[in-house]
């Protein structure tokens, strides 16, 4: 029988304190290649080493365990992470929806979390598209949807060069050369001067996308779709992001049309990260 971390670490924290360990994190990478990132409570501070060991016993695919050490921060979107065991280095191959992405979760942005929210844009693509990913990171969104839908082609911008490196690496690894590009540098300058309009264009910056519409909306072709993220109270949760999209476009004289919106994921207890769905005429 599988023992259970608990189990390997009863007798190590008293019996009062083990029901705090947490039962769930997040595995990154494959057979024998894998990173778990755990968030500790500061009760159990001083076992994090014992709790970092007890699951690399149950879970035998780990090799090295991180500590959450601060909420995501900065432009980049990372989050402070202590080594608690294991190898130094914590650079993975993740495999998902039959694509592979290397990269590093102390120098990129990257979750697991969200491949229901990928798998969810991807089923809303049915024909030969243009698609551009702004703040694209290490390339989840356009190697997903390019490696389910051979008709597209796109293009992401990155502004972490650490990001942006794994980005190319992650598009030779998936053979989409020709099909997916990566731009590194700020959406703000990279977008005006693209010069072409996309049939879709995701903003997967919940944090302050929508400082960005301005450049955003002239690289909607007109019907096309914007998927636009944004932080929104559990209240009304797709009202805000919506209305300030309709205003950037007014500002190019364009209209739009609200599709429809989904809560990716939870923020805090009444706020969550959303996405709007919206055409751009
Ligand atoms: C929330 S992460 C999402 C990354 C990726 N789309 C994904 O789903 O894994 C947001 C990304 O935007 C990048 N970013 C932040 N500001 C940017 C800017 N002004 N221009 C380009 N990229 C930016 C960050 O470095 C980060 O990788």
Not at 162 to 181: P, T
Not at 255 to 269: D, H, I, M, N, Q
């Amino acid at each position: 029988m599988k023992k259970t971390i608990k189990y390997n670490l009863s007798g190590i924290i008293p019996d009062e304190l083990l029901q705090l360990v947490p039962s769930s994190f997040d595995i990154l990478g494959a057979k024998g290649d894998a990173v778990a990132i755990i968030e500790i409570p500061d009760e159990l501070e001083e076992y994090e080493t014992q709790i970092g060991e007890a699951i690399c016993k149950v879970h035998h695919n780990v090799k090295s365990v991180l500590g959450k050490k601060s909420e995501r921060h900065g432009e980049f979107r990372l989050r402070d992470m202590k080594l608690l065991v294991g190898d130094e280095d914590t650079e993975i191959i993740h495999k998902e929806s039959g694509c592979r992405f290397k990269l590093d979760p102390r120098v990129t942005y990257f979750s697991v979390r969200e491949s229901t929210e990928r798998e969810r844009i991807i089923s809303q693509i049915t024909g030969p598209e243009d698609v551009l990913v702004l703040f694209g990171g290490i390339g989840p969104f356009p190697i997903c949807i390019s490696k389910k839908r051979p008709d597209v082609t796109a293009l992401s911008i990155e502004l972490n060069p650490d990001a942006h490196r794994y980005c190319l690496e992650n598009i030779r690894l998936n053979k989409l050369e020709g099909r997916v590009s990566a731009i590194l540098g700020d959406v703000r300058e990279v977008a005006p001067s693209l010069g072409k309009q996309f049939d879709r264009v995701l903003t997967p910056l919940p944090k302050g996308a929508y400082l960005f519409l301005d450049v955003i909306v002239p690289t909607v072709k007109p019907g096309g779709i914007l998927h636009h993220y944004h932080w929104a109270s559990d209240l009304d949760s797709y009202s805000e992001a919506y209305t300030l999209v309709d205003e950037a476009a007014a500002k190019y004289g364009r209209k739009t049309e609200f599709l429809g919106g989904v809560r990716v994921a939870k923020y805090s207890p009444r706020v969550s990260k959303v996405r709007i769905d919206v055409r751009i005429y």
